[in-house]
């Protein structure tokens, strides 16, 4: 099955359209670096919670609004090799030089799929 990096991060409301641009831009490294899919979405519907949820996980603020998004592999291998290829890429480290978020807020981690269902 494949594999997934996932992410969870607070975007200031005004800087949606550089968001989106910044991850349209992404897409075409990610994909040559070994990615199937790139899914980015915009919270609208993200609940504060009664001991934890989306928001304080990523100590969203006032005017922020929660990103949830993944990047699929076809193999954990593949994923790995990509993510060397991105730390030593100067494509990606120009774009990491104006983010607009703040990244030290980001979550993220890989994950085995274990279920993959559609309709």
């Given at each position: 099955?494949?594999?997934?990096?996932?992410?969870?991060?607070?975007?200031?409301?005004?800087?949606?359209e550089?968001?989106?641009?910044?991850?349209?831009?992404?897409w075409?490294?990610?994909k040559?670096?070994?990615?199937?899919?790139?899914?980015?979405?915009?919270?609208?519907?993200?609940?504060?919670?009664?001991?934890?949820?989306?928001?304080?996980?990523?100590?969203a603020?006032?005017?922020e609004?929660?990103v949830?998004?993944?990047?699929?592999?076809?193999?954990?291998?593949i994923?790995?090799?990509?993510?060397?290829?991105m730390r030593?890429?100067?494509?990606?480290?120009?774009?990491?030089?104006?983010?607009p978020?703040?990244?030290?807020?980001?979550?993220?981690?890989?994950f085995?799929m274990?279920?993959?269902?559609?309709?």
């Amino acid at each position: 099955m494949s594999y997934v990096d996932g992410f969870v991060l607070a975007v200031p409301e005004r800087n949606r359209e550089a968001y989106r641009a910044l991850a349209a831009k992404a897409w075409p490294l990610f994909k040559e670096f070994g990615a199937i899919r790139h899914v980015e979405c915009w919270g609208d519907d993200v609940p504060v919670g009664v001991t934890t949820d989306f928001r304080r996980a990523v100590k969203a603020e006032e005017g922020e609004t929660v990103v949830f998004s993944w990047i699929e592999y076809p193999s954990k291998e593949i994923r790995d090799e990509a993510n060397k290829k991105m730390r030593s890429d100067p494509r990606m480290e120009e774009m990491g030089k104006d983010m607009p978020f703040d990244g030290k807020r980001m979550i993220f981690g890989g994950f085995a799929m274990v279920l993959d269902e559609h309709a």
